[in-house]
């Protein structure tokens, strides 16, 4: 029986931090996936390190050439909100969640990610919530987190 929990336990852990990617290389932007590819693809890619740029302090990677020259184009457009991280932490807790790259949603023009493991998929929090005012009040916390840790 002890066996079977150790078992059953490295099972979990492994498929906790599997769905959830850690943003534990801060410079690394989006965990190295192309932000054009959230836009232009049926999913996010991951991006090429060779072929990077970086903006505000973050490394962004893409996929090919022509996706770094759109960023390049205009980079705010394709920069996830509230500094890649869970978009439903920082609105709803005012916290600084970790994400899974492939977990997010296109609003208004505008890429969120969010966190996703083990039971606790905050995109559909999100979206069974009013967005608007999560999008709201996630921007107030993350101009007061930003101030905060300058």
């Given at each position: 029986m002890?066996k079977?929990?150790?078992y059953?336990l490295?099972?979990?852990?492994?498929?906790?931090?599997?769905s959830?990617?850690?943003?534990?290389?801060?410079?690394?932007?989006?965990?190295?996936?192309?932000?054009?590819?959230?836009?232009?693809e049926?999913?996010?890619?991951?991006?090429?390190?060779?072929?990077?740029?970086?903006?505000?302090?973050?490394?962004?990677?893409f996929?090919?050439?022509e996706?770094?020259?759109?960023?390049?184009k205009?980079?705010?457009?394709y920069?996830?909100?509230?500094?890649?991280?869970?978009a439903?932490?920082?609105?709803?807790k005012?916290?600084k969640?970790d994400?899974?790259?492939?977990v997010?949603?296109?609003?208004?023009?505008?890429?969120y990610?969010?966190?996703?493991?083990w039971?606790?998929n905050?995109?559909?929090d999100?979206?069974e919530?009013?967005t608007?005012?999560?999008?709201?009040?996630?921007?107030?916390?993350?101009?007061?987190?930003?101030k905060?840790?300058?």
């Amino acid at each position: 029986m002890k066996k079977l929990t150790i078992y059953l336990l490295t099972i979990v852990s492994f498929a906790i931090f599997s769905s959830c990617t850690s943003n534990s290389d801060e410079k690394l932007a989006v965990s190295g996936y192309d932000v054009i590819s959230y836009f232009n693809e049926t999913k996010p890619v991951k991006g090429n390190e060779t072929i990077s740029t970086d903006y505000n302090g973050r490394t962004f990677h893409f996929a090919n050439k022509e996706s770094l020259n759109e960023f390049l184009k205009n980079p705010d457009k394709y920069v996830p909100q509230y500094g890649g991280y869970c978009a439903y932490a920082v609105a709803k807790k005012k916290i600084k969640m970790d994400v899974n790259p492939e977990v997010y949603e296109i609003r208004d023009g505008k890429l969120y990610l969010f966190y996703n493991a083990w039971f606790s998929n905050k995109l559909n929090d999100w979206q069974e919530e009013d967005t608007k005012a999560l999008q709201k009040q996630g921007d107030i916390n993350w101009a007061e987190m930003k101030k905060e840790s300058n």
